[in-house]
């Protein structure tokens, strides 16, 4: 119901969005999943019950992933294959790479165990409690922020850094404005 967008003159950008429920959250997941190609890096974080699993359930469906995601808390990194779009072949699916960093004990573990290949690779990464891995980030990718405001509701605060990401962020934008005001 609330969105906002600023730009600024260094290539970021941020857009902040009131969700008023766990449906729009993933509606709003499932949006931004539509827009992404591979090679994509998107960083959550917020406290437990944010909506980071919910966002990222949006954004496998945007991606036309069909098996249940949710939290791999006990394994750091689950993979899913995407389908494609319909009148897509298969093959032009996209891989989610779906981390949750919450019992990573030490950002160096990022590199010992070989998931900076995945951040560059071709797939699209989301990331669950990006910040346990301190500064390890490379400096261009979508961050959102969650944030509890009540039962039902959720402030999400996205940033973008580098050109490709705040493209990406203003065509979200202009969906985003029809899922928060229905
Ligand atoms: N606006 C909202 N957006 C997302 N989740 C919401 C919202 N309102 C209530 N919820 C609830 O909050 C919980 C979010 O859980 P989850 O997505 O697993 O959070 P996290 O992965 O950040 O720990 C769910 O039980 C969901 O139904
Ligand atoms: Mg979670």
Redesign the pocket.
Known sequence: MFVTMELSQEESCTLDI?????????RLGMQLGCLLDGGTLIL?D????????????GLAQGLAIHETV??PTFTLLKEYMGQGHKGQDVSSGLALYHF?L?RLDDPEEMIDLGFEDYFYGTGVCVV?WADKAGHFWPAECLHLQ?K??N????D?LFSATGARYCEILREFQKNAYATVSS
């Open positions: 009131i969700s008023s429920s766990a449906a729009q959250t993933q959550l917020g406290q437990l019950g944010a909506g980071k699993t919910t966002f990222t359930q949710n939290s949750d919450y669950e969650m509890v405001l039962e039902i509701q959720r999400l």
